[in-house]
């Protein structure tokens, strides 16, 4: 209800909200503590599988179905990643984070699809070994409900996320929509 304003009165709507729910709220946990790095050093996952058929915070079910929450947490887990920190006086920040021994160096863009795939940041940047860097500032609204999918290309591979701005409640098929873009 939080997320989309409204508890779906359907099992497969009921379901998905709930999915989409737990993943981008693991998803922000580990993006906001890599942000922290050495500030904040790790999360330690305490339910990874479900021990019988029910509702949990368990990222894989009984019979090992992986839930959508595995996904988003396998990318933000990525060793090279790009999100954006919590908004700070108006703006958000574009981020990268390294966690690998060496410098990466990379390309991106940000596209706003909640703007006509407006373009929003692109750019080039090396980021040294085991670091955090802030790359652009964003403008941000809490009554703006925007979806970012940031794209890149560097030394390690391609990449993409994803970033859900403004505050809640959103339109779950909007949210649909936005996610199968990205």
Known sequence: ????????????????????????????????????????????????????????????????????????IKRAQS?????FDEPYEWNINLCAVNDTKNPVAFDYEVLCLSDDNKSVAKGS?????????????????????KFYIIKWESSLGSGINHYLAGNPPFNLRQYIEWITKA
């Open 79 to 83: 060793q090279f990643s790009m999100t």
């Open 1 to 72: 209800k939080e997320l989309f304003g409204t508890v779906p009165d359907n099992l497969e709507d009921f379901s998905l909200a709930s999915q989409i729910s737990q993943a981008e709220a693991k998803k922000f946990f580990i993006e906001l503590f890599r942000l922290g790095k050495w500030k904040k050093t790790g999360i330690i996952w305490w339910s990874l599988m479900d021990g019988w058929p029910q509702f949990s915070d368990a990222v894989v079910d009984y019979y090992f179905d992986k839930k959508l929450a595995y996904y988003y």
């Open 125 to 145: 940047a090396t980021i040294q070994a085991d670091c955090v860097m802030k790359l652009e500032k964003i403008p941000y609204s809490q009554s703006d409900k």
